[in-house]
């Protein structure tokens, strides 16, 4: 945007520039083309005067010398031709056959207007041509040519167009400057508003400098800042409740277990009744410690967009210690763990070991336990310039696209309300992970069937 307001900015000012600059160059050169034309007018009128005297006196002597020191004072030819068309003066090298000068004789002998001075530039070379007739009334007794040189007014131009095109360029680049620091001054504030909006859809605190830019967008970045207190609140609070709400409820838990353990021995006869009680004990201590792991790693995320840590750990140490402890009971399950390829350096990436080995045992575990007997999972990394890539992957039944959309969601279960183990909270809570550490977690089809879970997390920054 910014660069498409500088440009916008910039055409128009050269735009006025130029709508100053162009119609000047052309009064410039006007004014030195009238100049021209006047004087040597001036010159060719005193010349008719002079040649109507001689004329009258049969005496063209002093019109001889004077037209001769004229042409050697400014290098400027006259030619003067009585009514016969003879040369009475010639001065300089212009002599009445020439055929510029016999042409203009010819035309003002018939009373005809002297040809216009076309308007000087800098690059004007060729000669302006004068002529006057010499008499009174209709009776023409001859004509004064002169030839002009326009050297020396193509030269004026010149240094007038130099002048006033240093002016132009000196005032564009002033009205460049000033685009520029219009441009920042509108757009800085915009590029902080994307920040601070793009923040809080990130679940982070937004600081949007309130005192730069116009008033309009000093009031809204006022109010994203409230928006954003607003809604890290509203976050905050209803990661309280969960955490309270599952805290409070472990000890009347622990207390119905103990109480539903101490029947264990009583039960006679089918306890049928008595296993299934047992079963939903468990899933409801599960399902606590998850809610409870899930507000845990949504306050870790706040503790992290604040700058409050920066752990990191080996990616390729701890994914080959987390298949040793997983592989007992793949074999249990039926199918098999391949290890991933050993490795010399360490794959730093920025995630606390613990979190790390969390997310890697809800990967396994769903993978021990959904891809069925004889599936065979097998565990990778990929490492980048920036970032490195954890795959966990399966060859059981997978799951469609529309399940591997709504699988990090929370309480979402494969098979719905009825499949028999977990909680739906485990790849909720290893997504949530891994956002907080600035990572992607992607499920993907795998070929020809099967799962394929790739998380993606940043290397940590090797100090130069």
Partial sequence: MRTRLLVVLVALALAVVAAFAVPLLTATAEQRTQQLVISRTADV??????????????????????????????????????????????????????PAVRALVEATMRNEPAPRVD?????????????????TGTRVSGVVVLRASVTSAAADVATGWGTIGAGAVLVAMVFVL??????????????????????????????????TGPRELRSLAAEVNRMSEAVLEAAEQQHR?????????RNPMAALRLRVDS??????????????????????????DGLLALALAESTATRVAAGGADEACDLASVLAERVDAWRPAAEDAGSTIVPPPGHDEPVIVRCPEGELAQILDVLLDNAVHYAGRGAKITTDWESGTS??????????????????????????????????????????????????????????????????????????????
């Fill in 45 to 98: 009128d005193r010349f008719v005067v002079l040649a109507q005297q001689a004329v009258d006196t049969h005496d063209p002597a002093a019109l001889a010398a004077d037209a001769e020191r004229y042409a050697q004072l400014y290098g400027e030819g006259v030619v003067i031709v009585d009514a016969r068309r003879l040369p009475l003066v010639q001065a300089g090298d212009l002599t009445a056959s020439t």
């Fill in 178 to 211: 000033l685009a520029v620091v219009l441009a920042r001054w509108m757009v800085r504030p915009l590029h902080e508003l994307e920040t601070g909006v793009l923040a809080v859809a990130g679940g982070h605190r937004a600081h949007v400098p309130e005192r």
């Fill in 119 to 135: 308007r000087l530039d800098p690059w004007s070379a060729e000669p302006a041509y004068f002529a006057r007739p010499v008499g």
């Fill in 387 to 464: 970032a490195a890539t954890l795959v966990v992957s399966d060859n059981g039944p997978g799951l469609s696209e529309q399940d591997r959309a709504r699988a990090t969601e929370r309480f979402w279960r494969a098979g719905g309300e009825g499949a028999p183990r977990g909680t739906g909270l485990g790849l909720a809570i290893a997504h949530q992970q891994v956002r907080t550490r600035g990572g992607v977690l992607d499920l993907r089809q795998a070929l020809p069937h099967g799962l394929e879970v790739r998380v993606t997390l940043p290397l940590r920054e090797v100090p130069g």
């Fill in 263 to 288: 029947l264990a021995g009583r039960i006679d006869g089918d306890d049928t009744t008595y296993r299934a009680t047992v079963a939903e004990v468990e899933r409801l201590e599960k399902l606590l």
């Fill in 241 to 249: 409740l969960v955490a309270d709400a599952s805290h409070q409820l």
